[in-house]
Structures are given as C-alpha cells and as structure tokens.
C-alpha cells in the first residue's frame, strides 16, 4: 500500500488549506485514516483521526478549525484546514490502517508528508 499525500503549502494566518492523501496498490480494506503532524524540533502528535464508519476524532488545538473526512471509494482521505494559526505549522503524515490483498493482518502505512507553513 502506497500513500501520496499533497496540498501542503504557504498561507497567511488566518486562511485555509485542504489536504489529501491517497491510498493506493493492493488494498483488500482500509480502517482508521489518520493525519498527524511534526513541528520543527517537536515530537510527532496525533491531529486527527477518522474510522471506518466516519467517527471522528480532534486533539483539542485543532478542534473546530480542522475537519477530517474520507472518500472510501477513492481510498482518500482529507483535511480541510480553516483558520490556520503560525502553530499549525509543521510537516502533516497522513497514516492508514489497511489489510493488503492475500494478507491476514491489517497494519499501519504512512505517507511522505506535506510542509505546511502558516506565516504573514
């Protein structure tokens, strides 16, 4: 399973961004859809999470300007991203728990990564 994540960018304070990322090669089923993000000398944190019946889940800095969905026929998965804020920025993984096609067990891919950097 491949992941392509893209939409990262330079914005202003204050304005928006939507991410996507999708999944690709032999994929028998996807679970949960995650983004998560890497600030410049900080630890990886988990943003968002979406399962595979459209739960969805926010670390509370990002609660009620970031919203994560998905498009399960396209295997992708989103984040629409309003009023960022100067911490926002940081490099964003999109991350899925996937089972391949002749496989047994599901298990944890991860994306590239996408720079976003919000800055007047």
């Known amino acids: 399973v491949q992941l392509q994540a893209s939409g990262g960018g330079l914005v202003q304070p204050g304005g928006s961004l939507r991410l996507s990322c999708v999944a690709s090669?032999?994929?028998?089923?996807?679970?949960?859809m995650r983004w998560y993000r890497q600030a410049p000398g900080k630890q990886r944190e988990l943003v968002s999470t979406i399962s595979s019946g459209g739960g969805t889940d926010y670390v509370d800095s990002v609660k009620g300007r970031l919203a994560i969905s998905r498009d399960n026929a396209k295997n992708t998965v989103y984040l629409q991203m309003n009023s960022l804020k100067p911490e926002d920025t940081a490099v964003y993984y999109c991350n899925v728990q996937a089972r391949e096609v002749g496989a047994y067990y599901s298990r944890d891919y991860w994306g590239q990564g996408t720079l976003v950097t919000v800055s007047s």
């Open positions: 090669g032999s994929i028998f089923s996807i679970y949960a």
